[in-house]
């Protein structure tokens, strides 16, 4: 582990920043202390640490006074988030935890107002979904500034102090770019035709378009077949999949870009998938046969166009990481070290798989 969050830690953080806080301490205290004896534990069994915040027995068991976090989402933009935001919830609410939510319906002025928010408000821990890379710093630094330990989730920041946060969770975007490109190499090893590609792209400014965009060239450009003639971004929704399908369906016909009709759709999510296969019913458009599709996310609606040949190939993309962000805040509570980077492990669904076994998606 990197010189990271337990630095952070053990140096700044402490759960009682305020005369306030620490009166709900005391009575918290006071109650616990009151059910230990009640049930007949002797003083040197449990000792309280007003420093640490923690109860500790003599079992080693560990008690945490109520834990507040603070959590800025991006929006509800697709299936994916919306389980992203279920999971966070379901996770703290199993584990006791108190979440403070904030919707920032797309704009990054909105995530940056809650957290300063919860600077104010004094939460003991800030997790949030970068929706871009860029101009996280000051807000970040006043956070730091109060001693409140920040957890990324899901899109990475660009900063040049990795000391303004305590630990990114999230998926590998550039190796999901990669494996959409494995799919279409291995699915066109004996195809001796140019292949023309358009790609729909995710947010703008987001490290998750970045990483989708960058790995699947990496592995596409030294192979002259595959030609991308088309890129254009759907901001990771299902109604811009949508337009832009209605945009060029309307206009040619046919999928075609400029005369040169597409053979394969690279779609950076599930959403703007859908809104395509939406318009190609109209048009008379069969994906999966017509065109290629490779999509990421893998929500359930799209494993089941996946099983029915309309999509060929779905890169898994896990939004389930509430879990594993509160086992982080309890260890961050207890002053034990949490991971700097923590990736998610992934899958690829494509049509040569057995696909009849797959547990239901929950998204
Ligand atoms: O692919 C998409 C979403 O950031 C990985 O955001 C996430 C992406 C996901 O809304 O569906």
Redesign the pocket.
């Known amino acids: 582990m990197k010189h990271s969050a337990r630095t952070h830690l053990t140096k700044g953080y402490t759960f009682l920043r305020t005369s306030g806080r620490a009166v709900r301490f005391v009575a918290w205290a006071l109650v616990i202390a009151f059910v230990l004896t009640a049930a007949g534990c002797s003083k040197k069994s449990a000792t309280a640490n007003a420093n640490s915040d923690t109860i500790t027995s003599s079992e080693e068991q560990t008690y945490t006074r109520n834990i507040i976090i603070g959590f800025s989402q991006?929006g509800a933009?697709?299936?994916?988030?919306t389980c992203?935001t279920q999971s966070m919830q379901t996770a703290a609410a199993e584990a006791g935890i108190q979440l403070i939510y904030s919707n920032a319906e797309q704009k990054q002025e909105n995530q940056i107002k809650a957290i300063r928010s919860f600077i104010v408000y004094q939460v003991d821990v800030i997790v949030f979904?970068p929706i871009v890379q860029d101009g996280w710093d000051n807000v970040l630094r006043e956070a730091k500034e109060a001693h409140i330990p920040v957890i990324i989730i899901?899109?990475k920041i660009r900063t040049s102090d990795e000391s303004l946060y305590a630990a990114y969770i999230?998926?590998d975007?550039v190796e999901e770019g990669r494996k959409a490109a494995r799919f279409l190499q291995e699915k066109y090893k004996d195809a001796d035709k140019t292949l023309n590609i358009m790609e729909l792209r995710?947010?703008d400014g987001?490290s998750?378009t970045d990483g989708r965009y960058q790995g699947f060239r990496e592995i596409l450009q030294n192979d002259n077949r595959f030609n991308i003639i088309y890129s254009e971004t759907g901001d990771?929704l299902r109604s811009m999949g949508k337009e832009l399908a209605e945009k060029i369906l309307s206009e040619n016909g046919t999928l075609q870009i400029n005369g040169t009709p597409v053979d394969i759709i690279y779609s950076?999510?599930?959403?703007m998938t859908l809104g395509f296969l939406d318009v190609f019913e109209k048009y008379g458009i069969q994906g999966g046969k017509d065109v290629t599709i490779v999509s990421?996310?893998a929500?359930q609606a799209v494993i089941d166009a996946l099983k029915n040949g309309q999509v060929n190939c779905v890169v898994e993309?896990n939004?389930k990481t509430g879990p594993l962000v509160m086992e982080f805040v309890q260890r961050l509570a207890n002053n034990r070290p949490i991971p700097k980077i923590t990736r998610i492990e992934e899958t690829v669904f494509t049509e040569n798989d057995d696909l009849s076994n797959i547990e239901p998606r929950g998204y």
């Open positions: 991006i933009e697709s299936a994916w988030r992203n979904v899901d899109r999230g998926a975007h995710g947010t987001s998750v990771f950076h999510n599930d959403s990421v996310d929500e993309c939004p």
